[in-house]
């Protein structure tokens, strides 16, 4: 489920054996955890006080596969809309072996693509001014980019660029007609997500006119930031103290820079982000491979109290609805 293009060199004895595809990033944890939640639900069902959606989702790393599957009606899957989603996500680094990380409010960044063509006229590198040079156009947008950052938007509220490619020209001696750029954009709000997608092509443009060339410019927005509910990320943190005990949660001060697209769930219905700690014990998290890297490895160890939590959770949730729906008949 959602093997990335990655040459795994992990050594393991179970590593891919699929040339070019790895599971960098977790994915058949994070169905091994759902499965042993179902398993668990399914053998305590006559206590539960209600349904339970259980979400596969394939499709996360650039595909938007929660939306196409909230388009398909996951969330109306048991007949009524579900009242709260729950997600979890392994991280090779940064965060403690079995450690949940519970945030309010965002937690993950909005990701959004950029992608930008300059358009100029080509000609003889020994004569630049007899051709219109896209490069050096492109050069000064990349750097203006950064600079806009710097003084557009307010240095609490994050904004985060980053090219990642830029293609023109073939030989040194020729001036292209065209350059293409690629850039990614992490936003940690609304306004500054929306401001962001004004901003580049009017900086661009302006810097275009300045040097004769033409700029097409193609904001993609692509994944909003993650942003979990305060009520529920409560009833998470709690079940995780009952459960692990408190120094098995971590309440982070900064939200982290990747993106998600249960960001789309999150934005139908209440719930919470999960990132759980997968690291490899007896190393500092910070020196670990992360995530998308040929050499992530992910603690197993911590899949059956990822299960755990989810199947909880999914109980907890189910009996607090249904002390809410007697109160509600009662006072009827």
Do not use: W
Not at 115 to 131: E, N, Q, Y
Not at 281 to 288: Q, S
Request: with cysteine; hydrophobic share 45%; proline share 5%.
């Amino acid at each position: 489920m959602d093997a990335l293009p990655v040459q795994e060199e992990t050594g393991l004895a179970f590593a891919s054996e699929q040339p070019g595809a790895m599971h960098a990033c977790g994915h058949d944890a994070h169905m091994a955890m759902v499965l042993g939640a179902a398993e668990l639900l399914s053998a305590n069902r006559e206590n539960l006080a209600g349904d339970v959606v259980f979400m596969f989702q394939p499709g996360e790393e650039g595909h938007d596969g929660a939306r196409l599957m909230i388009e398909e009606g996951v969330l109306d899957a048991s007949g009524t809309r579900v009242s709260a989603a729950f997600a979890l996500h392994v991280f090779s680094a940064r965060i403690p072996q079995g450690a949940f990380m519970v945030r309010k409010g965002a937690i993950m960044s909005a990701s959004d693509t950029v992608l930008i063509t300059v358009k100029g006229r080509g000609g003889h590198g020994s004569a630049p001014h007899r051709a219109v040079d896209p490069v050096t156009a492109a050069a000064t947008m990349v750097l203006a980019l950064q600079t806009m950052v710097t003084r557009r938007f307010d240095s609490f509220d994050p904004v985060v660029v980053s090219i990642g490619m830029i293609k023109g020209g073939e030989v040194e001696n020729v001036i292209p007609d065209t350059v293409e750029i690629k850039a990614t954009v992490r936003t940690f709000s609304t306004q500054n997500r929306t401001h962001m997608s004004t901003s580049i092509p009017e900086v661009l443009g302006g810097i275009a006119d300045a040097h004769g060339v033409e700029v097409d410019v193609d904001y993609q927005m692509l994944y909003p930031v993650t942003h979990n509910d305060p009520a529920e990320s409560d009833i998470v943190s709690g079940t995780v103290r009952e459960l692990f005990g408190e120094n098995r949660l971590i309440d982070p001060e900064y939200p982290l820079s990747a993106s998600e697209d249960f960001s789309k769930v999150l934005e139908q219905v209440p719930g919470v982000f999960i990132p759980l700690g997968a690291a490899r014990p007896g190393v500092d998290v910070d020196d670990l491979p992360d995530n998308h890297s040929p050499q992530a490895v992910f603690a197993d160890d911590v899949l059956k109290d990822g299960a755990a939590l989810m199947a909880t959770l999914a109980h907890r949730r189910l009996a607090d609805l249904a002390v809410d729906r007697t109160k509600q008949e009662a006072t009827r």
